[in-house]
């Protein structure tokens, strides 16, 4: 009977869907365990081979767990909000929930064919309402929080509120924008609504302002970091601006230090941990404020060096701060204008690179030294950032590179550091004993004592003060498109209010462009219906607003709803928690759920993700966690990143300023440019199908080829698999020809988990006849046939040692070791001639998390009626990996002639006379007597003749 991948795959594929195989219990008196993706953006492109990669590790071990008698959750769903629907949307006027929902079911059809043992029945979609629903009710959680600093932990608004009514916000020790003016209860209770919320927004843990973000005029969106690249948009490649506007933003820097803290009880990979480590970017030093000179302003500086400030020459201010207009001089405007406009075109990260460039600009301004009251020069550059920091620096050119570098090249002051001042720490010995006395902060830093002194006289002069800072800026939370989650918010006076949980979710509205309005609003700003009535509580039409200021009589109640969406990250910061209880719709998880899953026990995706949704993930996980909605704080107990599939690319060659292309030999005769061509034309000999690439694209279509050898041979590079270098493998593809198993087996087989490693297709066809040889164990030509009698010494010590080491590799994350070790042992067992059920049962289970359907296939001839997934784990017993005895080399004269298997155990004694008694012995000897015997047990048998 031959092996039928196509046939053995649909029949239990559709077993598993109509029997909810794998569906988890919520209660089980198994222990849990909690198997997690990071879940797809479901792109129009589909998967190619390289995206299964950490879903097939990831399913491996969620199978294997089951075997181990656990109750297992893997779960998968789709991240289906997104920038790529929305594009698509305005070329083509399609609604982006019917690309959405096109793109899912392609993505859920190729998953189903690869064999996940995902619980379908809890599939969530960022997108849908019913989820969402939820992700607007954190949100408002968020609105209607602040941390306390005091308690190191997020509370409800209504305790601050209590605060404020009973004794002001003098002695409040908050989380909060930095310019909040002092107020006593009696001021709290005399100030109007709007006042009072104007108040609370500078406290909330989501909260408006004004600031700096990644604008892109094409796209009419505001962009995070990781969406830019080189400077224009990721998606189109459009320039990218800096630009002020008003947007919601997320308080994570309330958070930066137990975000820091919670990296130490969590099992991620150190590279990630160093990369959030380092985007949080903890530092203790000191702000000092320096006086601008002829204006009522302070520029604010952290340092984590004020030991140097005696050698500070110059300032320089992040060309976006809000002092540079004021201050910068008449002759100067023109020049900084200039500057700051060509600043805007550069991205954060580009300026961050770019540690070669010197630029800035003069602003005609001063401020004066704290210490010596010296003019200090303004100056504006575009390394200093406005959202790092206080967007200025102090420059000290004598003891920083990059000072002194643009110090020298404008050729600015280059002061010494101590120049005309004594802070040695002789001329401070005699406060010493103050300082440590009057700074608890001081007293618990690892600095120097000089640098101790500094601080403490710059808190003595009222200029200063010791700080911890951190480079982790609040996350901007607004993104003027519209494919993505609605706030649940509407505005009354200008002022932010939040709708009741039981009016959610707020729907998208329909609207007719997907492109911002004429008049620079958000795609919502499209709507016709997207105004709230607080009187019936429902969106009505926008023409139903009559006033949005309460001091006219008019008002009718009836209230614009905010334009901006919810960036991508909102949906995917809080998913795996509603994975505990997806249909639950009365909260966003219930108690019993989450006390039962807890955590995620391991999570596998991509590292790109460290400080995007890795970072805001825990943000929420954290303050969800701190209001009592979850019980534990860290979402993740163990991550791996999976490496990368890498795709080989085909390159031809292209004779420069002609139609002529020439093979791969030929190309160092001529000046060529290299194109890149569709992998499907070429062979495994690397010979291009001529006539095929003349009909994939039309500017090949009258091409001339020089060949070598009759043939054209193209380059081949191994990169990214991606469509724009034709080199995606289609995984539909080889599951037809080759089946789902062999596509599983062969990409764990390509190396370790973690590494990036090249697709080769002609590799598969190993791991294929390895999955014919599997299945002729259990066949005698078109017969299944297994044997019932004992196994025997070999068969069992194949076994056992499989056991043994898959079971290791599994534990590991080895899983390309495991795929080495099952070809092995069905090389050994085939030559062992063993159809043994007792042997061939536990391989089976040994191989079906690797390759479920050809297990689940054999695992039914064997008469089993419940499937294969929940078979038990076989044990490994060491007693059949004890050798008990000893395969001899007999020697004469120390040539060996014959081996013997002798027990031992066996004396010497013993052994001389089997070996004396054997026919093969007396062969040699032909009658004679040896001179002598020598007998290394275990090792050796010599008779000297």
């Known amino acids: 009977m031959q092996y039928n991948h196509k046939e053995i795959e649909a029949r239990w594929q559709k077993y598993w869907a109509d029997n909810g195989t794998f569906k988890a219990e919520n209660n089980s008196d198994k222990p849990k365990y909690y198997v997690l993706d990071m879940f797809p953006y479901p792109s129009g492109a589909g998967l190619h081979v390289g995206h299964p990669l950490g879903y097939i590790a990831s399913d491996i071990y969620a ?7 656990f109750n297992v959750l893997h779960p998968q769903g789709y991240d289906s909000f997104g920038l790529p629907a929305e594009q698509y949307a305005i070329q083509t006027g399609q609604h982006p929930a019917i690309t959405t929902e096109t793109n899912i079911k392609t993505y859920r059809g190729q998953l189903d064919k690869i064999g996940f043992s995902f619980d379908w029945s809890r599939e969530v979609r960022t997108s849908n309402p019913e989820y969402y629903k939820w992700t607007q009710w954190i949100f408002i959680q968020l609105f209607n929080s602040w941390y306390n600093k005091e308690t190191d932990k997020a509370e409800d608004i209504s305790t601050l509120v209590a605060t404020f009514e009973k004794e002001g916000n003098t002695n409040v020790n908050a989380v909060s924008d930095e310019d909040i003016k002092s107020f006593s209860a009696e001021e709290w209770s005399s100030f109007s609504e709007t006042e009072q919320q104007a108040i609370l927004l500078q406290y909330r843990l989501t909260y408006l302002s004004d600031t700096e973000v990644n604008w892109c005029p094409a796209l009419g969106t505001v962009l995070a970091n990781d969406e830019i690249v080189n400077g224009v948009s990721e998606r189109g490649g459009h320039p990218v601006v800096r630009k002020k506007m008003t947007q919601w933003s997320m308080r994570i820097t309330a958070y930066a230090q137990r975000l820091l803290d919670g990296l130490n009880k969590i099992d991620w990979p150190q590279p990630l941990k160093d990369s959030q480590t380092n985007w949080i970017g903890r530092s203790q030093g000191a702000m000092v404020s320096f006086k601008v000179d002829g204006y009522d302003a302070n520029i604010d500086v952290f340092t984590t060096r004020p030991d140097t400030i005696f050698g500070v020459s110059f300032m320089t201010l992040a060309p976006e701060h809000d002092l540079v207009a004021k201050i910068t001089t008449d002759e100067q405007r023109e020049a900084v204008e200039a500057y700051v406009e060509a600043t805007a075109k550069r991205s954060e990260r580009d300026r961050m690179a770019d540690v070669k460039t010197i630029s800035g600009v003069f602003t005609g301004g001063y401020a004066l030294h704290p210490f010596t009251g010296k003019q200090v020069p303004i100056w504006i550059g575009d390394y200093v950032l406005a959202s790092y920091g206080t967007g200025a620096v102090m420059a000290v050119p004598c003891g920083d590179q990059r000072d002194y570098d643009f110090a020298k090249h404008f050729g600015l002051e280059i002061p010494n550091i101590f120049e005309g001042v004594d802070i040695s720490e002789e001329a401070f010995a005699d406060k010493e004993k103050t300082v440590l006395a009057n700074s608890d902060f001081l007293n618990g830093l690892n600095y120097k004592k000089g640098m101790k002194t500094v601080i403490y006289e710059m808190e003595q002069r009222g200029f200063g003060f010791g700080k911890i800072n951190y480079r982790l800026r609040d996350a901007v939370f607004s993104r003027q498109r519209y494919w993505g989650e609605p ?50 509580d429902t969106v009505v039409s926008n023409d139903k607003v009559i006033s949005n200021n309460s001091e006219k009589s008019e008002d009718n109640g009836i209230y614009p709803l905010e334009l901006n969406t919810m960036p991508g990250w909102a949906g995917s910061s809080w998913y795996f928690n509603r994975y505990m209880d997806a249909r639950n719709d009365g909260e966003f998880v219930s108690k019993e759920a989450v006390e039962y899953w807890k955590d995620v026990d391991l999570y596998i995706g991509g590292s790109e993700h460290a400080t995007g949704h890795l970072l805001y993930a825990r943000f929420w996980q954290k303050f969800l966690f701190d209001r009592g909605f979850l019980p534990v704080d860290e979402f993740a107990k163990k991550l791996i990143n999976q490496g990368m599939i890498l795709g080989t690319s085909a390159i031809v060659y292209r004779v420069s300023g002609t139609d002529k292309y020439v093979s791969a030999g030929l190309k160092d005769q001529y000046k060529t440019e290299e194109l890149r061509v569709d992998v499907k034309l070429i062979n495994s000999s690397d010979e291009l199908d001529i006539e095929g690439l003349k009909n994939w694209q039309p500017q090949f279509a009258n091409a001339e080829f020089e060949l070598e050898d009759g043939k054209y041979i193209v380059g081949r590079e191994v990169e990214k698999m991606s469509k724009r270098w034709f080199n995606v493998v289609n995984p539909d593809d080889i599951c037809e020809e080759y089946g789902a198993d062999s596509l599983r087996l062969f990409e764990m087989f390509l190396g370790p988990l973690e590494q990036f490693k090249p697709w080769k297709t002609s590799g598969i066809s190993g791991v294929y006849s390895f999955l014919k040889k599997l299945w002729k164990l259990f066949h005698n030509g078109d017969n299944f046939e297994v044997s019932e009698g004992e196994a025997t010494k070999e068969n069992l010590k194949t076994l056992h040692k499989t056991i043994k080491k898959v079971e290791e590799d599994i534990e590991n994350f080895s899983f390309n070791t495991s795929v080495s070790t099952f070809m092995v042992a069905v090389n050994e067992l085939t030559k062992q001639g063993c159809n043994n059920r007792a042997i061939l049962e536990q391989l089976l289970v040994l191989i079906s998390p690797y390759a479920p359907h050809i297990a689940e296939e054999l695992w039914s001839k064997l008469g089993y009626e419940e499937s294969v997934a929940f078979a038990a784990f076989p044990t490994f017993e060491e007693k059949y990996l004890v050798e008990s005895e000893k395969e001899y080399p007999i020697s004469f004269n120390g040539k060996m002639r014959f081996k013997l298997n002798l027990p031992l155990d066996m004396s010497k004694e013993d052994i001389e006379k089997t070996v004396m008694a054997h026919e093969k012995t007396q062969q040699q000897l032909a009658g004679r007597e040896p001179k002598k015997v020598i007998i290394v047990p275990g090792k050796i048998i010599n008779i000297v003749g």
């Open 487 to 536: 706030f649940p918010v509407y505005y009354k006076d200008g002022m932010p209010q939040m709708i009741d949980k039981k009016h959610l979710p707020i729907v998208l509205p329909e609207v007719e462009k997907y492109l911002p309005t004429e008049d620079g609003k958000p795609p919502l700003g499209n709507a016709e219906v997207w105004a709230w009535d607080t009187n019936t």
């Open 63 to 69: 199978r294997y767990k089951r075997h181990k008698g």
